[in-house]
């Protein structure tokens, strides 16, 4: 048996991952061509690279079918109910950074905190016969932030990329997205609430709480843990 490892199979986090295993000494990498998503892992024995997108890792370890895997924490609690029962946070890997935020238009100047927007999408409603749309892939936790911030009148439409657009293109009239240099939100004309910050993410080592192990996959775990200097 081997100890499967998931790591994100392309972008920053992909980059990152393989810098943050290296500098302890485990060589991560893709082998064949560039569009091929086989790994290898040289340094360690018994442990096996697992390439996956980083929004199907939360899934992949809640199922079992892979032992660690490394992903935003945004992922796995949007993702995963319950996801403190599934997996375990091994370590914060310090890369990956970003926060996910409520923000609406800068336009909006009477609306800068969710009591305003509170309000606007009760006049919204009244006014437009809808509700107010707020465009994100994070549903479970945007849902649960505006609940405890007793916001209701919305309604939560799905965008899994490029979701600032949203608002210039008239799908949406305030998103919840990742934002790192605010960048993406400046340039949509967009702002975020004084208190809509949601949640502060960033990449992290999990380890599935419900995949089987034997003793072998045990003593390797405790290998990989001592060489990541983790207890
Ligand atoms: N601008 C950013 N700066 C830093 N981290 C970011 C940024 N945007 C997203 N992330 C983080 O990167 C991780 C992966 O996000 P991304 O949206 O690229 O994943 P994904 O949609 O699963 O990718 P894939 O296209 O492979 O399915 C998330 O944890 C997210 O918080
Ligand atoms: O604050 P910034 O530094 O501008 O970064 C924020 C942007 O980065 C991410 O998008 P990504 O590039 O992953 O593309 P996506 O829109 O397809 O998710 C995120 O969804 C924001 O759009």
Redesign the pocket.
Known sequence: MTLKLGV??????MDKTFEWFGRHGITLGRSGSEREYAGYVQGIDNVELIL??????PRELAAGRIHLGV?????VRDRLGQWEQRVRELAELG????D?VLAVPRAWVDVNCLDDLDAAAAAFRARHGFRLRIAT?YHRLVRDFLRENGVADYQLVDS??ATEGTVKFETAEAIAD????GD?LRANHLKILEDGMILK???TLFKSRVASMEAEDRRTLEVLKARLDLD
């Open positions: 994100p199979s392309k972008g920053r986090l996956l997108s980083a929004g199907e890792i992903t935003g924490t945004d992922l890369f990956g950074q970003a996910l892939k899994q990329g990742i934002t790192s240099s993406t993410s960033q990449a």
